[in-house]
């Protein structure tokens, strides 16, 4: 709970999605305002009020995953932001490397298996996992080896670690990060987030939920798919910086999305106070990770309420919404939230901070301060 600081250097950042199998390729589309909403074949949804069908609309990315699903899918996102991350660099090899990676929770899949139980409509699970249950297993035990193999990096066991915690695990990545550096474990960590909310599997759970945007139905988002990594090293004053991550926080909710009321913005607005606060600065800009979904742009909205009085002048900036350019990319949102905040360091000279803000359906909430390096 809280906030803590962390002033850790990001030093580079590599990412694919929807609109580029590259860093500056993405957010320079997501910043002119392309977006490529592709239909997903086989899967209708009603158009409206008549008996017409439509496909539904998905972000996928090209190419990288055709022929994939389940882990392979993963590690194909995610082997491809690691070499756009490594793009140009020279690893200095005396350096020793940590390994964060984010994954989804499988929270959305294991509620929709729940709810078809209530409804008579699949057997119980009795002494045995939900599907998402057994996928996370394997996700464990074989997903992170095989990425860093094929990106023939050298970590060890002990500074390596998959979570599943959807959009507010970049927080929790980076506290561990800024634990093991303060420590003098490692030198430089790498920080990544991968989701495909594009899985059959998935799709079915989303559209058995309503919680996909159709054109009968407005309160939902449009499933997404992505990856994004970050190298990050403390923060002394180096040069070669693209930007600094100064604070992060977490906080929650007592329940999840699916088990609980509508938030009222509790934990995300105290976990907004704290991080601003200890920024001790008002932010050039806000990005966020509102996707369509009226639960979390209520959660947000009685957070501002509830944070107004006393932080206006840092809530009264211009926002902006990953979402809206590359769909719902879960898991990986935080860490694509954080790229295209470095894109607007990098290229918008009056954009020297920013605060991030992230809510996960498990109740979880997160929120970041960055800064930009001038050099």
């Not at 005396?94 to 964060?100: A, D, F, N, V």
Request: glycine share 10%; net charge negative; proline share 4%.
């Amino acid at each position: 709970m809280g906030a803590q600081r962390l002033d850790l250097a990001i030093t580079a950042v590599g990412m694919v999605s929807s609109l580029g199998l590259d860093a500056t390729t993405g957010c320079a589309a997501a910043r002119a305002g392309m977006v490529r909403p592709t239909p997903r074949g086989g899967l209708t949804v009603q158009a409206g009020d008549t008996d017409e069908e439509v496909e539904v609309l998905t972000h996928s990315v090209p190419t990288v995953t055709d022929g994939f699903t389940g882990l392979g899918r993963l590690a194909q996102l995610g082997g491809a932001a690691l070499a756009d991350l490594w793009d140009g660099l020279s690893p200095n090899e005396e350096y020793r490397t940590g390994c964060l990676v984010n994954v989804p929770s499988g929270l959305y899949h294991t509620q929709w298996e729940r709810w078809r139980e209530a409804e008579g409509r699949r057997e119980p699970v009795t002494g045995g996992e939900y599907e998402m249950e057994w996928r996370q297993n394997e996700y464990a035990s074989r997903l992170l080896p095989t990425m860093l193999r094929l990106a023939e990096l050298d970590v060890d066991t002990e500074h390596q670690a998959l979570i599943f915690e959807d959009q507010t695990g970049l927080a929790t990545m980076l506290l561990r990060a800024a634990s093991w550096l303060a420590a003098g474990q490692i030198e430089q960590c790498i920080v990544g987030g991968i989701a495909s909310h594009l899985e059959p599997y998935l799709l079915e759970a989303l559209l058995g939920l309503s919680m996909i945007k159709t054109p009968a139905q407005a309160n939902g988002f449009l499933p997404g798919e992505g990856a994004a990594f970050l190298l990050v090293e403390p923060y002394s004053g180096q040069t070669d910086t693209l930007g600094t991550i100064n604070v992060t926080g977490l906080d929650a909710e007592p329940e999840d999305r699916f088990t609980g009321d509508q938030p009222r913005g509790e934990a995300l607005a105290r976990v907004t106070d704290a991080v601003l606060r200890t920024s001790g600065f008002i932010p050039d800009i806000i990005v966020g990770d509102l996707n369509g979904e009226v639960w979390r742009a209520a959660d947000w909205g009685y957070a501002l309420s509830r944070l107004y009085a006393e932080h206006d002048a840092a809530l009264d900036r211009p926002v902006w919404y990953p979402a809206a350019s590359f769909g719902d990319t879960g898991a990986a949102a935080g860490l694509i939230g954080v790229a295209l905040t470095l894109h607007l360091f990098q290229r918008v000279a009056r954009i020297e901070r920013a605060f991030l803000h992230l809510a996960s359906s498990s109740g979880a909430r997160a929120a970041l301060a960055l800064s930009a390096a001038r050099n």
